[in-house]
C-alpha cells in the first residue's frame, strides 16, 4: 500500500490534535494532556530549534561562497530585499484595505465602544493610570528600550561583538551576519585554499538536512502532540472557550484570515506568475505543503526553517546557493502574515474605542507595521510583541491588545503560514537571476 504523504499525515495529525483537545477539555482530561502529551510538541520544537542555529550558519556561508563573484551577491541581496519589502508593503495595505472595508470594530455593541472611548479619553489625560486590562504588564515592554539608542541601533545590533555569544543566543541576523562576512571572504581566498572548508561545510549541510528529515519522520505524532497542548491550554476545562473566543472576537478574526487567504492567494501566486512563469502554482503549493502545515502547527518561522529550506530546495527544485541565502534572512525579516494582522489589529481597536485615524496615520501604520514585522522574532506570538510599537506610533494605548490576547494563538498559526509562504515565494522569484 502507498504510503500517505508527510503533509497529509501531519494534516490529519493537526485535526486529531485539535479534536482532542475539544474532547480533553469537556472530559476533564486537561491535567493529563498537559503532562504527559504536551511535553513532546515542546521537545519537537526543541529539535527544531536546535538544528536552526548550525543549519543556517552553513546554508548561508555555503550559499554566499558558491555565487563565486561579489557583484552577484550585491545583486543577490538587493533584489531580495526589494522583494521582501514589497511584499509586505502588499500584505500591510491588504490589511488596512480590509479593516476599513469590514470595520470589524464597529460591530461591538454601541455602549461597550462608548465605554471604551471614555476609557480611551482618561488614559489620554493620564497615560499612566491602570485604565485598561493589563495595562501594568504590556506598557512595561517598550520601557525597556533604552532612550539613548539612536536611529542606526538596528544596524549595530547587526553584529556580533562575539560570535560564540550570538550561536549561543541564537541571534539569528548576527549568526547571518558573519556566515555572510565568512562566505565572502571564501570567496577572496584561492579555491584551493578553501577547499577542505568547502568540503566540510557540503558534508555539514548533508549531515544537518538528514536530521532535519529524521525529526521530521515523528512529525505527525509530535504535531498532534503539540496541536493537542497548545490548543488544550487555551481551551482549559471549558471547551466553550474555544469557541466563545472566535464568536467575540468573529469579525476581527474573519477579517484577518481572509487578509491571508489574500495574500497567499493572490499576492504570491502573481508574484511567481510574473517572475517565474516557468513555475506552476500548482507544484509550488505542493512542494511547500510540510512547511506550511508545520508552520500551522509550529507558530514559528523559525522552528519551520530547515524544513523550508528542505521543501524549497529538494521538492521546488530553487538552487542551494539561492536558498541558503534568501530563506534564512526572510524567516528572520520578512513576515507579510505579521504585518498584515498588525495593520488589521490597530485600525480594529481604534474602531472599538470609537477613534478615527487620519490618512497620515493609517500611513504611519504602514510604516510601523513593515517596520515592527522585520523586528519581530519568528517565535509564537513575536508579532503581539511588537504590535506595540505600532499602537504606539499612532497613539493609541498599548494595554487594548489584551483584548485580542485570546484569539492571537490561532491567528499566530495562520500567519506564521502566509510568514513561510512568502520567504519560499521570494526566494523562487529570486532564484531567476542567479545563474
Ligand atoms: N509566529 C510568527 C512567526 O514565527 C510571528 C508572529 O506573527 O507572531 O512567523
Redesign the pocket.
Known amino acids: 500500500m502507498k504510503r500517505l504523504a508527510l503533509h497529509w499525515q501531519i494534516t490529519i495529525a493537526l485535526v486529531l490534535g485539535f479534536v482532542w483537545a475539544y474532547v480533553a477539555s469537556s472530559m476533564g482530561w486537561m491535567d493529563v494532556t498537559l503532562q504527559w502529551i504536551d511535553p513532546f510538541g515542546t521537545v519537537f520544537l526543541r529539535l527544531l530549534k536546535m538544528i536552526a542555529v548550525p543549519l543556517v550558519a552553513v546554508s548561508v556561508m555555503r550559499g554566499v561562497a558558491s555565487l563565486g563573484d561579489i557583484r552577484q551577491l550585491g545583486q543577490l541581496g538587493v533584489r531580495t530585499l526589494l522583494l521582501y519589502l514589497g511584499t509586505t508593503i502588499a500584505a500591510v495595505s491588504i490589511g488596512l484595505l480590509l479593516v476599513n472595508v469590514m470595520q470589524p470594530g464597529t460591530r461591538a455593541d454601541l455602549a461597550q465602544r462608548e465605554r471604551n472611548h471614555a476609557a480611551y479619553e482618561s488614559w489620554r489625560a493620564n497615560p499612566d493610570s491602570p485604565g485598561s486590562p493589563g495595562n501594568s504588564q504590556t506598557t512595561a515592554a517598550p520601557a525597556t528600550i533604552p532612550d539613548t539608542e539612536g536611529p542606526l541601533q538596528p544596524m549595530i545590533d547587526m553584529i556580533p561583538d562575539n560570535v560564540v555569544g550570538a550561536f549561543s543566543e541564537a541571534a539569528m541576523l548576527q549568526i547571518i551576519a558573519f556566515a555572510i562576512l565568512v562566505g565572502v571572504a571564501m570567496i577572496l581566498v584561492p579555491a584551493e585554499r578553501t577547499k577542505p572548508i568547502t568540503d566540510l561545510l557540503m558534508a555539514l549541510d548533508g549531515i544537518f538536512l538528514k536530521i532535519v528529515e529524521l525529526i521530521m519522520r515523528g512529525a505527525p505524532f509530535f504535531v498532534f502532540c503539540l496541536v493537542a497542548g497548545k490548543v488544550g491550554g487555551l481551551a482549559g476545562d471549558d471547551p466553550s472557550r474555544l469557541l466563545g473566543m472566535f464568536e467575540t472576537l468573529g469579525w476581527y478574526s474573519a477579517t484577518v484570515v481572509l487578509g491571508l487567504v489574500l495574500i497567499i492567494g493572490v499576492v504570491y501566486p502573481v508574484l511567481i506568475k510574473i517572475v517565474r512563469p516557468d513555475v506552476s502554482i500548482r507544484s509550488f503549493f505542493t512542494a511547500m505543503a510540510p512547511a506550511q502545515t508545520l508552520a500551522f502547527s509550529s507558530?514559528?518561522?523559525?522552528a519551520t526553517l530547515p524544513v523550508t529550506l528542505e521543501c524549497v530546495r529538494d521538492r521546488l527544485g530553487v538552487q542551494q546557493r539561492t536558498a541558503g541565502f534568501v530563506l534564512p534572512i526572510g524567516a528572520t525579516i520578512n513576515?507579510d502574515?505579521?504585518s498584515m494582522?498588525q495593520a488589521v489589529v490597530v485600525v480594529f481597536l481604534a474602531q472599538f474605542h470609537m477613534i478615527d485615524l487620519s490618512l497620515t496615520q493609517q500611513l504611519t501604520i504602514v510604516l510601523t507595521a513593515t517596520l515592527a514585522s522585520i523586528g519581530?522574532a519568528?517565535?509564537?506570538?513575536?508579532?503581539?510583541v511588537t504590535l506595540i510599537l505600532v499602537m504606539q506610533s499612532v497613539g493609541l494605548n498599548p494595554a487594548w491588545i489584551s483584548f485580542v490576547v485570546p484569539v492571537d494563538r490561532l491567528l499566530?498559526m495562520g500567519?506564521?503560514v502566509v510568514?513561510v509562504t512568502g520567504d519560499a515565494a521570494v526566494c523562487a522569484a529570486v532564484d531567476r537571476w542567479v545563474e
Open positions: 507558530s514559528s518561522s523559525a513576515m502574515g505579521t494582522y519581530a519568528a517565535v509564537p506570538s513575536g508579532g503581539l499566530d500567519r506564521t510568514n
